[in-house]
Antibody, heavy 120, light 110 residues
Framework: EVQLVESGGGLVNPGGSLRLSCAAS????????MNWVRQAPGKGLEWVSS????????YYVDSVKGRFTISRDNAKNSLYLQMNSLRAEDTAVYYC?????????????WGQGTLVTVSS | QSALTQPASVSGSPGQSITISCTGT?????????VSWYQQHPGKAPKLMIY???KRPSGVSNRFSGSKSGNTASLTISGLQAEDEADYYC??????????FGGGTKLTVL
């Protein structure tokens, strides 16, 4: 069974940093691309970033470019999101999501999310 | 990277059918067959209901179906049931290998 468990969320001051983690199990982590998707309180979903299986390809939504860094450690079956220069508008539940198959990039399996609150 | 356009809300009675539209551009919905639909109940993670425009993951009821015409995708739910009441989001692969989501549609089962 595919399992994704996010951690690392919390309360941070504007301008601060936070590192999110996503622990994966139940599948061969190194074979799949992964994504981060966020949802502000009471709002819709927003794709944030994706990383290919070998970290060769990395993409970001424009609003986080230069501030967020996605990475992965295939030996540890873990996905990360380093978030710097945080703003109030980054407040959201952050989900990690796995692609459907090795050939289909549709985000299919989701964790339960971790809440990031940016406030003074 | 503009959001896809969905109606804010739709409603239907048990047993009826409803359709939710999702309008994008030729850079996303119209340009790729990677359109997905997600169901989200309050406080829960999104659940994939339709992928690749019209395919259903294993375990998803065949009451859920998807289609696409030009820059607009649609999700149809037939034989509405109380447990279908939820928020529904469309998403599409987009240029520069990014993804874009719709604003979400709240489905109310009357």
């Amino acid at each position: 069974e595919v399992q994704l468990v996010e951690s690392g969320g919390g309360l941070v001051n504007p301008g601060g940093s936070l590192r999110l983690s996503c622990a994966a199990s139940g599948f061969t982590f190194s074979s799949y691309s992964m994504n981060w998707v966020r949802q502000a309180p009471g709002k819709g979903l927003e794709w944030v970033s994706s990383i290919s299986s070998s970290s060769s390809y990395i993409y970001y939504v424009d609003s986080v470019k230069g501030r967020f860094t996605i990475s992965r450690d295939n030996a540890k079956n873990s996905l990360y999101l380093q978030m710097n220069s945080l703003r109030a508008e980054d407040t959201a539940v952050y989900y990690c999501a796995r692609d459907l198959t090795m050939g289909d990039p549709s985000p299919a399996y989701w964790g339960q999310g971790t809440l990031v609150t940016v406030s003074s | 990277q503009s959001a896809l356009t969905q109606p804010a809300s739709v409603s239907g009675s048990p047993g009826q059918s409803i359709t939710i539209s999702c309008t994008g551009t030729s850079s996303d919905v119209g340009g790729y067959n990677y359109v997905s639909w997600y169901q989200q109940h309050p406080g829960k993670a999104p659940k994939l209901m339709i992928y690749d425009v019209s395919k259903r993951p294993s375990g998803v009821s065949n009451r859920f179906s998807g289609s696409k015409s030009g820059n607009t995708a649609s999700l149809t739910i037939s034989g509405l049931q109380a447990e279908d009441e939820a928020d529904y989001y469309c998403s599409s692969y987009s240029t520069s290998s990014t993804w874009v989501f719709g604003g979400g549609t709240k489905l109310t089962v009357l």
